[in-house]
């Protein structure tokens, strides 16, 4: 996968997706409206664009047309945790000229074979491998830096990155959205979030949560206790990347002062609601203006990276702060197509785009700047957007960049937003992997 691109450049787009909110969340509120991401996809090559931090950085003008692409970092597509299957077949003469048969314009068999787009997701989709977010361009960033407070390394596992080195952990917070929160049908004991807590509690030798703490209060969108044994959740339904600092105050209100000191692993989702609004504002008799949908773009970002910036400054937390988050996921598997979710016209979508383009554009931005927020905190990335790629709503479809191949699981439920338990169980599995390592 390749992303990490600048808005100044002009690529070709193959798909975008973004999902439609929650009807029981909706778009509107202050902060309200839980739904879930986008995928884009952008064809230029990795190299072309990576600057001498090997990252876009801020970008300056709208006009290119990226695309977002939920690549699954899946290890091949068939539920397990190994890396991507290589592909050794040869050259089928699609014209690539990587001699490997698969359209993806890199020599897995050969030069290209270390990068992370080769080690972690050749031979994962039917289609070759999803142009995307170019973590190489960061990795080699990050060596070429010289500071060793800035790190960035996808890890061996291909479920994120393996940017810190987690340890002594003695409290656990969870931040964010409905993900994190958890949603019925999904079963209390699916939630990633309860799956997680278990896990982490045997790991780090911490006292675990009780079944009060897991469960989802649907009167409150939260869970129905916030603190239990050595675990905390402020997430909530519907929550935006504001509501980290402000609106909903999540980190005020998880961090109270006499548990600053404590060494802290921090876990969260959060974005897709304010992808979800970027959809709705761009629809319907009056959308938004471009420049407009760009200003809250970048306001979102920028409070995500405020977020976690202030989570691990130590002026503000005493303690040992580990921070991981997730991207952001979509559920038409890179097709664009909003009403491939049945319940898509319920939460507000009963059209696509006028120009998928731009809004593909805007989408891949965003979760480029993931990658740089965690590459300038030193935190850690999960690649959810990767791993649900080719598990949506489209997922039998053979001719999205996404398809995995016949008898791909759905991941997304019928809220078209939120995971199914499988869904849950598979990126409990990516937040664990990236802990863990």
Known sequence: MAWIRSRTRTTACLSLSIVAACASEGLEGSSEGDASTTALYDTTDAADDADATGASGTMSEAGDEESSGDTSTDDGGDGDTSTGDSDSSTGDGDGDGDGDGDGDGLDCDGVDADTV????????????????????????????????????????????????????????????D??????????????????????????????????????????????????AGDFSSCAKWGARTDDFLMGGD???????????????????????????????????????????????????????????????????????????????YEYTDGTADLLSCPAAGTAGFDENWMDPALLMEMAVYANEQYAHIAYETGSDLVLMLEEFCGRGFRRDDPNTVCHRGPGEPAYFDLTCIHPTGTGHLALAQLFLDVIEE
């Open 250 to 328: 999540q980190i005020d209100k998880c961090f109270p002062p006499e548990k600053r000191d404590l060494n802290t692993l921090v876990v969260m989702t959060m974005g897709g609601n304010d992808v979800s609004r970027l959809a709705g504002d761009g629809i319907g008799g009056s959308p938004k203006p471009p420049e407009e949908l760009w200003a809250d773009v970048e306001q979102f970002v920028h409070y995500k990276r405020d977020a976690v910036a202030w989570l691990k400054d130590p002026l503000n937390l005493t303690g040992e702060v580990f921070v991981v988050f997730a991207n952001i």
């Open 178 to 227: 409905s993900v994190t929160v958890g949603t019925p049908p999904t079963e209390v004991p699916d939630y990633y979030r309860s799956v997680v807590a278990d896990a982490l509690a045997t790991q780090f030798g911490l006292a675990p949560p009780g079944g009060l703490w897991k469960t989802a209060d649907p009167f409150n969108g939260t869970s129905i206790v916030q603190d």
């Open 117 to 176: 787009a080769c080690r972690c997701f050749e031979g994962v989709y039917a289609n070759g491998i999803p142009p995307g977010p170019d973590y190489d361009a960061l990795e080699q960033a990050a060596l070429n830096d010289g500071d060793p407070d800035l790190v960035f390394e996808i890890g061996s596992h291909c479920h994120g990155t393996n940017n810190q080195d987690i340890f002594d952990i003695e409290r656990v917070v969870f931040l964010g």
